[in-house]
């Protein structure tokens, strides 16, 4: 008799062997927060994958591999890393890694009395008890901070690194931020693999798992500009869960690049509940090979006279996949909203696959503006022919017009040399696609 045929995976099945109680047991042992653990832990077992009917055809989990991974702990003190670590022009560092995490505060930060403390096992994860992915983080999650400006302005960036684990390994991390009032701070954060032990042949599957939070709370009057580059090996699974809770006349203003990682879902969740508060958020996705990314942002305006101006745009090129979805809502409470909510999508190849899904839940008819767009498709052959008519080549005029469509999210991260950086990846992997594309071109032919 032939052996058993393995079960065959679902699209929104994610079978980790250490989600179990055993596990939140010991993790509530060392990190504390047994009962939020207990909590998430339930919910993770009893919640769908994707609980919102508009977005369900939109799952697929099936390059995971991560049934046999192990779920790391990392020491929960924080390390001292040397001054020269620290970056040019950065107030602070933060490095998280599976070895744990440290930090360098500059003379800025010092005097501002900025504080990076461990996270206390007690700190509820808002969102765990309605989403998978964050419940999976609230239960399981082993290594968390606590970053801290009371008061005062830090002009320079705090730059937060987050390493991806090796393959076979896990890593579940929290980063908690709050700014009190009218204070005003500037994020940096880079998400990074060391690709030189990692399998990032186009196709793999993937192996290793890093799932983030990013819990924001501003208090009246702060502002925060936040920039987060992903760039990780793909080979890895990168879960990232945001959540942003907004006092009266609170400002954020998020830039986000999501490059690499085999499977990408991620969620952003802004909480406009104070009045007179803005977000301003510009996101780029660019997939290739057999990427997928699948990004969600839902915006609460919650508050009166509130302000939502949410952008993405994704390049999809190979067999990638590309799920962009946004839901905006207004309650009654949500007087004199101005929200504009925009995902478009291009399309480099034939086989590339990309979905913009934005939704509007109004239930306030007081809005000053209450928008939204959404486009996929590929290349514009009129642009085309007419940067060919200035002289430029047909591969010169495609990279031209790729890079141009880019540009107000690099634009708007908060470092000139962050920008400059971002261009040369965003050059580097559009030459690769484009390579790509050639080389099968001519093997068809």
């Not at 099945?13 to 207990?38: H, S």
């Not at 001292?80 to 933060?94: F, H, Q, R, T």
């Not at 505060?105 to 509820?124: D, I, Q, S």
């Not at 030459?431 to 594309?437: E, G, H, R, V």
């Amino acid at each position: 008799m032939s052996a058993a045929t393995p079960a065959r995976r679902g699209l929104a099945d994610l079978p980790l062997g250490w989600a179990t109680e055993g596990e939140v047991a010991r993790l509530a042992g060392i990190l504390g927060g047994g009962d939020a653990r207990a909590a998430a832990h339930a919910a993770f077992h009893a919640l769908p994958t994707e609980s919102n009917l508009l977005f369900t055809g939109y799952v697929d989990l099936r390059s995971a591999e991560l049934q046999e991974s192990t779920l790391l702990t990392p020491p929960a003190t924080i390390g001292e890393l040397p001054a020269s670590d620290l970056p040019d022009g950065a107030a602070a560092l933060i490095h998280i890694s599976a070895r744990g995490v440290a930090t360098h505060l500059g003379a800025e930060a010092r005097a501002a009395g900025l504080t990076v403390e461990p996270l206390a096992g007690e700190t509820p994860l808002a969102g765990a008890e309605g989403d998978r992915m964050t419940a999976l983080i609230g239960a399981y999650w082993g290594s968390g901070i606590q970053i801290t400006l009371a008061r005062g302005v830090i002009a320079a960036p705090i730059v937060i690194k987050v390493e991806s684990p090796a393959q076979g390994e896990a890593l579940l991390t929290r980063i908690a931020v709050t700014l009190g009032e009218n204070t005003s701070a500037t994020i940096s954060e880079e998400v990074i693999g060391s690709s030189a032990v990692s399998n990032t042949r186009t196709g793999a599957t993937a192996g290793a798992l890093l799932a983030t939070t990013s819990e924001v709370t501003l208090g009246k009057g702060a502002r925060l500009r936040l920039a987060s580059i992903q760039e990780l090996p793909e080979d890895v699974v990168y879960l990232p869960v945001r959540r942003h809770d907004f006092g009266a006349n609170a400002e954020l203003q998020i830039a986000a690049a999501q490059i690499g990682a085999r499977l990408v879902r991620g969620r952003i969740d802004h909480q406009l509940t104070g009045n007179g508060s803005k977000v301003r958020q510009v996101e780029v996705l660019f997939a290739g090979g057999e990427q997928l990314h699948d990004l969600t942002t839902y915006s609460l305006h919650a508050g009166e006279k509130t302000v939502g101006d949410l952008l993405a745009k994704g390049i999809f090129a190979g067999k990638a996949r590309g799920f962009v979805k946004g839901v905006t809502t207004i309650p009654r409470s949500g007087r004199g909203t101005n929200s504009y909510l925009g995902e478009f999508g291009m399309l480099l190849s034939k086989t590339a696959r990309s979905v913009a899904i934005p939704s509007l839940w109004i239930d306030q008819p007081d809005c000053e503006r209450a928008a939204h767009g959404s486009s996929v498709g590929p290349i514009d052959q009129n642009q085309i022919f007419y940067l060919r008519t200035r002289g430029l080549t047909e591969a010169e005029a495609r990279r031209t017009i790729v890079m141009g469509y880019l540009e107000p999210v690099v634009a708007a991260l908060p470092l000139e040399e962050e920008a400059d950086r971002l261009r040369e990846v965003l050059a580097t992997k559009l030459d690769s696609a484009f390579a790509a594309q050639s080389a099968a071109a001519a093997s068809a032919a």
